[in-house]
């Protein structure tokens, strides 16, 4: 069965504190996604990867970057968490069809 | 750029009938079309896709229509259970880039027993 896992499913951070939010997938999609989930606002994309070493912003990148140095992996790095991350992070792969982790409840103090 | 306009409103149904939930796009007509369910604190879990070209597709209790003259999906749950209780958010591929989504903001929908 087809699985991405998040490395947490819940995060507390204090402000200006740099956090890293893991992501793998077990299936060998070339293509992952970060997105952020907000009440009322809907998924929205930050950064999504086609393939190892490869980056592309989103809609949203402003605060945030991402490593992938394997195919499977893929992290999202808040260089210095504020407030207004706090959020509900996804990452997802995909080949046709969006495959999403179970999500990161991310709060910033 | 797409806009996509889910009823943000709940939607409240008694057990048994059937529940339609309505995905209305701005701008050009996608390459196709995808639904998700998603529960609470839970990611999207993928349910049905149909293409630019087809009217319908089923699958058990589901079904989804797609209308490019009204710029609008319907998405059908016949005789909903209160285990169908969740979001429903609707994502459309652009024909131009089969990687770009757009995703609506969902429709809660609440099954009373």
């Known amino acids: 069965d087809v699985k991405v896992t998040q490395s947490s499913r819940y995060l507390v951070k204090r402000t200006g504190e740099k956090v890293f939010l893991e992501c793998v997938q077990d299936m060998d999609h070339e293509n992952m996604f970060w997105y952020r989930q907000d009440p009322g606002l809907g998924l929205r994309l930050i950064y999504f990867?086609?393939?190892?070493?490869?980056?592309e912003k989103g809609d949203i990148p402003e605060g945030y970057s991402v490593s992938r140095e394997k195919k499977e992996r893929f992290s999202l790095i808040l260089e210095s968490a504020s407030t207004n991350q706090t959020s509900m992070y996804l990452c997802?792969?995909?080949?046709?069809?969006?495959?999403f982790g179970p999500g990161t409840r991310l709060t910033v103090l | 750029s797409q806009k996509i306009e889910q009823n943000s409103e709940a939607l409240n149904i008694q057990e048994g009938k059937t529940a339609t939930l309505t995905c209305n796009y701005t701008?050009?007509?996608?390459?196709?079309l995808q639904w998700y369910r998603q529960d609470p604190g839970r990611g999207p879990v993928f349910l049905l896709l149909i293409r630019e070209n087809e009217k319908e597709k089923r699958k058990e209790r589901l079904k989804v229509t797609f209308d490019t003259t009204l710029k609008q999906s319907l998405f059908h749950i016949t005789a909903s259970q209160p285990a169908d209780s969740a979001t429903y958010l609707c994502a459309l591929v652009s024909k131009y880039n089969f990687n770009k989504f757009y995703f609506g903001s969902g429709t809660k929908l609440n099954v009373k027993p």
């Open positions: 990867s086609y393939d190892v070493k490869m980056k």
């Open positions: 997802a792969s995909s080949k046709g069809v969006r495959f």
């Open positions: 701008n050009y007509s996608p390459a196709y």
